[in-house]
C-alpha cells in the first residue's frame, strides 16, 4: 500500500482566505478496530464560505462527516463549532441535539429521504423542533389552541421558498420516493437548509447528476453561500465542481490530510497529485478527475496515467 | 437463489424444470418428515391399553398433496413475467387510494349506521354483542397503529398494555370504589407509564429485536399477573369488578330505596339490553375518540416524527428530531388507549383473569393492524369487521377458523406485505395558487 505521505501530519488550522473559524476540527482520529479511517486530521472551515473536502475512495471522508454530526464517536479530536454567540463541542453531543442546538445540517452520500411521505412534508419534518415548540409540545395543538396555525403556515412558507430555489414546487405534493434522482439530491439539500442550519455539510451532491445538474447544483451552493451566509462543507469527487465553487480546499488520502490551501494551491500541490494519479491498477470512475487533474496540471502530468480514486 | 434463477428463466424463455423438481421434492421430504410423526401415527384405545393406528395413506396424502402444491407455485413462478407484480401492486395502490378516498364520504356514514345499528330492526342481543367486540378490537386496532403504522415499531407485546389498563382498573374500582369515569383515565394513565417504563430500555432496538423484546415483556406481564397472588389473585383473577353506570344510574332491575337506577329515573321498563346498548355506545365513543386523536396528531409535528422515523431514523436524527423522546410518545400514546380499551373490557366482562391476556390476542391485533394496510384508519376497520366479526360468525368451525387466520395472514403477507389497503395521503398539501410569502429572489 503505497502511503502518500510520510510527512509528520499537518496541523495547518489557517483558512486562506481569512474567515472567522466556523468549524475546527484538531487532531481527529477515527479508529474502526485495526483500520484508522481518520488519521490524525486538522483543518479549519471560514464561515460563509466554501470548504471542499475531497480525495479518492476510502480517504475517510464521510468518516470524517460522521464524526462531524454525531453519528461515529471520535477516537481521538476536539471538534468545535463556533456559532459567534455560542460555542459547541460537537465531539461530545448526541447526534440529533448537534443538529438541534449547533445547527449542523447534513446529506448523505446515498440520499436519505422519507421516501412515502410527500416532499413538502419532508421539508416540514425539517423544520420539527420549531414547530414542536410552536404545538406547545402536541399539548396545545391537539385542541386548536396557540399559534401552531400561523407556526404551521411559515414554515411552509419556508419550505415553498427552498421548493422554489430547487425547482420543485410542481412535485410538492407528490412522494419524495417518486421524484427522479437528480430531484431527490435537490430535495435533501432543500430538507437540510429548512432546518436553517450554521453548516451545511454536502457528502457528494453531483454525484449520478449529468452535466447541466451539476452546473445548477454550483450556482444553488453559490446562493446559499452568498445569500444566506452560512458555511459550506463540502464532500466531492467532481473537480470542476470543486476547483469552480470552493475557497478552500482540504485533502484527504488514506485518512491523513495531505493538503489544504486555495484551489490553486491544491491543485499545484504534489502531494495531490501522487494521490490522485498513484500507481494503484483499481480505478473505477476517476476518467474525468484524470482528465479535470491533467488539464489543471502542468502539462507535464500524464493524465493517462493510472489513476486510483473515484 | 430460486429468484434468481425465476428471473434467469423468465428472461430466457425457458424453464428449469430440474430445479423446480428438486424444489418440489425438498419440499415433499419436509413433509414427508412432518406428516410421518403428526398424522401418520395416532394413538387409540384398544382393549387392554393404548395403541398405535398407522394411517399410512394419510402421509401419502399429505407428501404428494405438499409435492404437487410446491410444484405448481413454483412453476406459476418461473413463468410469470416479473412486470405482472409492479403491476398487481399498483393496481392494489390505486384501490387503496380509492378506499381511502371513499373513507372520507364513507366514514361518517359507518359513524352513523353505527350509532343507528342498535335500533335496527334485525339487531338483538347477539348482534350488539358482536358489534361491541369488534369496536372493542376496532379501537385496539387504531391505538396499536400509531405505534406500528406510524411510528414503524413492531410492538408484539400490545396485549401487556391492554391487560395493565384491565387490572388497573379492576383493582382500582375494587379497592378504592371509584366510579368508571375516574378509574377509566386512570387506567388509560397507568399503562401509559408502563408504556414509558417499558419502552424506555428497548426502544433503543431496531426492527426484529424491538419484536422480540416487546413479546417478551407482554409475556412477562402476564407471568407477573399470574404470580403475584396477593395482588392479582393469579389465576384466579378478579370478579366483582363494578359494572359502569349511566353517569351515576346504575342498571340494576332492584333498586334501593331512595335511589334510582337507569330505567326508573327514565320511566322505562326494565330490559337487560340497556346495559348491552350503553356498553356499545360507551365502545364506540372511546373508539371514535382514539380515531379523531389520531387523525388530528398525525397532522401535529410529532405525528409526522413518527412516520419520518418510520420512514428513516438516520435521516431523522440529523434533522434534529430525539429518537428515542419521539418513539417514547407513540409508545406511551398507544399504550393509553390500549388502557382505554382494557379497562372497557374489565367494566364490560366483570371479571378478568390474566388468561384473557395471553400472546394470541396481541397476534390478533396486530393482524388487524398488518392486513388493513399499516397507518390505514379504514384498513383497521375492514380488517377487525373481517377477522372479529368473521370468526365468530363462524365459530361452529372451531379449530380451523385459526388455521384460516393463519393462511390468511400468510397470503396477505407474500401478496401485500404493506396490507391490503396501505395507502398514505399527505397530511398537508402545498396550496400553489398563493404566492410565497417569504421567496427572495427566484431560482438561481
Ligand atoms: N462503520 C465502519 N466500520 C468499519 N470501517 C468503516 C466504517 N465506516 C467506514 N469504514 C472504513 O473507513 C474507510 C473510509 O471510509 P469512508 O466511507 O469515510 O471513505 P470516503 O472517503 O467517504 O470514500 P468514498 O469516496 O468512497 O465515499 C474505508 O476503508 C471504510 O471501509
Ligand atoms: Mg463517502
Redesign the interface.
Known sequence: MSVATAETANHDLTIPSGARALLTVEHLTMRFGGLVAVDDVSFAAGDAEITAIIGPNGAGKTTLFNCL???YKPTVGRLTLDRGEKQFLLERMD???????AHV??T?QNI???????V??NL???Q??A??R??G??VF??FGIGG?QKA?R?A??????W?????L??R??DNAGDLPYGAQRRLEIA??MC?RPALLCLDEPAAGLNPRESA?LN??L??IKQ?HKIGLLLIEHDMSVVMEISDHIVVLDYGRKISDGTPAHVRADPAVVRAYLGEEEDDEIPAEVAADLAEDQDPGADGSGEVRGG | MAVEAGKRAALEGTVDFQAILKEAGLAALVAFGLAISIVGVRTVTIPGGLGLEYRWEWVVIAVVGVFLGRFALAYRRETRSPGRRAEREEAMDRIGAQVQRMAKVAGPLLVVLAIALPWMPFSNRYIVDIATLVVMYIMLGWGLNIVVGLAGLLDLGYVAFYAVGAYSYALIAVYFDLSFWICLPLAGLFAATFGVLLGFPVLRLRGDYLAIVTLGFGEIIRVVLLNWYEFTRGPDGISGIPRPSFFGLPFSRRVQEGEQSFHTFFGLDFSSMHRIVFLYYLILALALITNLFTMRIRKLPVGRAWEALREDEIACRSLGINPTNTKLTAFAIGAMFGGFAGSFFATRQGFISPESFTFVESAVILAIVVLGGMGSQIGVVIAAVVLIGGTELFRELEQFRMLAFGGLMVLIMVWRPRGLLAHRDPTMLLDTDSPSATAGKSSP
Do not use: C, K
Not at chain 1, 447526534?95 to 442546538?101: K, S
Not at chain 1, 436519505?112 to 410527500?118: I, K, V
Not at chain 1, 421548493?163 to 425547482?167: A, D, P
Open positions: 454530526t454525531g453519528f447526534d440529533f441535539r448537534i443538529a438541534q442546538q445540517a447534513r448523505f436519505r429521504l422519507f421516501p412515502a411521505m410527500s413538502l412534508e416540514i419534518v425539517a420539527h423542533n414547530l414542536m410552536a404545538s409540545y402536541t395543538g391537539l401552531y404551521e411559515e411552509i412558507d419556508w419550505a415553498r421558498y421548493l422554489e430555489q430547487v425547482r414546487v410542481e410538492a405534493d430538507r437540510a432546518s445548477e450556482e444553488l453559490l446562493y445569500q
